[in-house]
């Protein structure tokens, strides 16, 4: 057994996998504010499954720019930035740790277990949370480029627009993303029920009963990830596309228009064989059962 961690901007899932991909245990909570308070409780539902299976390593995924072990940067987890989490997770649980950014993590889940097409080598993994992360396998194996390939959240796609928390603007994560959703659902006019908060949960619930706010709001994030694809598939031209993290629960209202976008806006796209675009066939455990399966790399 392995355990796979994927830390997010809201929440953290810890998942204990067999080398099948199995799932055999998953734990959910919010993360923490700090990587010092997240990671002990990490380590303390590790040594509960100690006590019973043979742990044999730890894989733990990330947002941002990872290297060596260390979380170099976070646009949303700004309390983990610049620790070496690698180092201290390996402490904490005296089990040999590989660390990885979360959309590498889920493409190599949904590569190896997932939703790749059949006989495939290459697959770009989208992972729609809080903001929006990547993840390349080619040729079979995961795509680190020099340590920080995948980071397509961060292409700039709309010069001088929204202020993203990298400091850059205009980057494609404040166009697509949960958070994304709900910026477009506000400023379409759309408000939360009394005593709630407006969230991607609510935007995409109310969009499938008809609300015109949040029908416009998915109808904008989903053309905004096309046109961003088309940038993505005209370097690389993978031959699977897949949405993960926990707006792609939505892929039923975000796909047919993503795919037209593409269509209209990358080259040769009237004629070309386009990607599939698919959403992940692990769902939510893209993450965990990617970083579990990573983890046997370090173990």
């Avoid at 997770?89 to 993590?105: K, Y």
């Avoid at 609300?211 to 904008?220: F, G, K």
């Avoid at 096309?226 to 792609?248: I, K, M, R, Y």
Wanted: glycine residues 18%; contains cysteine.
């Amino acid at each position: 057994m392995t355990v796979g961690v994927d830390v997010g901007g809201t929440k953290t899932a810890v998942a204990l996998v067999g080398l099948d991909g199995v799932v055999h245990d998953e734990r959910r909570n919010p993360t923490a504010g700090s990587a010092e308070d997240g990671l002990a409780l990490v380590a303390k539902l590790i040594a509960e499954w100690q006590g019973e299976f043979d742990v044999l390593g730890v894989g733990l995924a990330t947002p941002g720019l990872v290297r060596g072990g260390v979380l170099e940067s976070a646009a949303n987890l700004s309390g983990w930035a610049g620790v070496a989490v690698g180092p201290l997770l390996a402490d904490l649980t005296g089990r040999p740790v590989l660390v990885d950014n979360d959309g590498r993590a889920a493409a190599w889940g949904e590569f190896l277990h997932g939703a790749a097409v059949p006989g495939s080598s290459d697959l770009l993994c989208l992972t729609l949370g809080t903001g929006l992360g990547g993840g390349l396998v080619l040729q079979g194996r995961p795509y680190r480029g020099g340590g920080l390939a995948g980071e397509v959240g961060h292409m700039v796609l709309v010069p001088d627009g929204r202020l993203c928390g990298c400091g850059a603007c205009g980057c494609w994560e404040r166009y697509v993303s949960g958070s994304a959703l709900v910026e477009e659902a506000h400023g379409l006019g759309m408000r939360a029920a009394p005593g709630r908060a407006l969230d991607g949960r609510s935007v995409v619930a109310a969009a499938r009963q008809g609300d015109p706010a949040a029908s416009t709001a998915v109808h904008n994030v989903a053309r905004s990830l096309g046109e961003g694809l088309a940038v993505v598939v005209t370097l690389l031209d993978p031959q699977t596309v897949v949405l993960a993290g926990g707006l792609s629960a939505a892929g039923d209202l975000l796909l047919p228009e993503a795919r037209r976008a593409l269509a209209e806006t990358v080259i040769g796209g009237r004629t070309r064989h386009l990607p599939p675009l698919r959403t992940a066939a692990l769902g939510s455990r893209a993450g965990v059962v990617g970083a579990a399966a990573l983890a046997r790399e370090a173990a």
